[in-house]
């Protein structure tokens, strides 16, 4: 997942519906992503919504985790 503060996050999926992206340790991929304006940019995510963000990154490993209020 790729998320930004007044955007819709946007999710990874393959054609086969698979939201897993495998890269090798020693390999390297760049791709370019869209993201579609959510039309409230002024509005700061929820705790809930932070809590969830929290959850999805550390299940997938990722170690920069948006910081708690």
Known sequence: ???AWG???WVYKNDD???ALRVHS??????QVRLT???DKARQPTDEEL???RKS???G????????R
Do not use: T
């Open 1 to 3: 997942m790729i998320w």
């Open 7 to 9: 955007y819709e996050p």
């Open 17 to 19: 519906g698979d939201d």
């Open 26 to 31: 020693s390999d390297q991929l760049k791709f």
């Open 37 to 39: 304006p959510n039309h």
């Open 51 to 53: 809590k969830k963000i």
């Open 57 to 59: 990154i550390s299940a």
């Open 61 to 68: 490993g990722c170690a920069d985790v948006p910081p708690q």
